[in-house]
């Protein structure tokens, strides 16, 4: 069974500039998960879908950060214009159902705001 | 809100046992996993508590009070290649998941 793909694994910006990275979850998955992981910090939840619905993004930085979940299976997350304290790991992960489910995460994208 | 707490950091030695220890405060409770994560790498899972006791798997094993918000992870005959950051996470009353801050083991010879 092929696991959560994440591109691109790594990416170097400019403050002001945008990006988006993607996600592909395990096939048959409802729930996608967008975390970000700040550096000796744990994951913190930016956004939940449960099939091509959101089910929360309290703490999306909506004024910058946006996603979306075309036909309840990719994701994108974008950030315009990004901040220097956007630099952090973006971890997408994917689970069965919304229930006690195991997430299953992808190997991140690396983002680096200069 | 929700709130999880974990040590920072823990050493220990080879062959030895450790205990990380988590508490929570939470709105509602559907469940609490612990996961594993090395350096540069995706958070992995280790184990998921929903009912209160003990869950054995290996030389892992995780323990759930929900009427005290606690929960452990033992880790036995540890090897160097646990030296990982743990991760608490807990489901809410909404399922939304919250991860606690990690705790970084360092297991040395």
């Known amino acids: 069974e092929a696991g959560v793909a994440q591109s691109p694994r790594y990416k170097i910006i400019e403050k002001r500039q945008s990006v988006a990275f993607w996600c592909n979850p395990i096939s048959g998955h409802a729930t996608l998960y967008w975390y970000q992981q700040i550096l000796g910090q744990g994951p913190k939840l930016l956004i939940q879908?449960?099939?091509?619905?959101?089910?929360?993004d309290s703490q999306l930085p909506k004024d910058r950060f946006s996603a979306e979940r075309l036909k309840g299976v990719d994701s994108t997350l974008k950030i315009q214009p990004a901040k220097l304290e956007d630099s952090a790991v973006y971890l997408c992960a994917s689970s069965p159902r919304q229930g006690g489910d195991t997430q299953y995460f992808g190997p991140g994208t690396r983002l680096t705001v200069l | 809100g929700q709130n999880i707490d974990q040590p920072t950091e823990m050493t220990a030695t080879e062959g030895a046992i450790v205990q990380i220890n988590c508490t929570y405060q939470?709105?509602?409770?559907?469940?609490l996993f612990w996961y594993q994560q090395h350096a540069g790498e995706a958070p992995t899972f280790l184990s998921y508590?929903?009912?209160?006791g003990l869950e054995e798997k290996g030389r892992f094993s995780s323990f759930l009070s929900r009427s005290k918000g606690y929960s452990y992870l033992l880790l036995k005959e540890l090897q160097m290649k646990d030296s990982a950051s743990y991760l608490c996470a807990v489901k809410g009353g909404s399922y939304i998941p919250t991860f606690g801050r990690g705790t970084s083991l360092i297991v040395h010879p």
């Open positions: 879908f449960q099939n091509n619905g959101v089910v929360d």
């Open positions: 508590n929903v009912l209160d």
């Open positions: 939470t709105s509602g409770f559907n469940g």
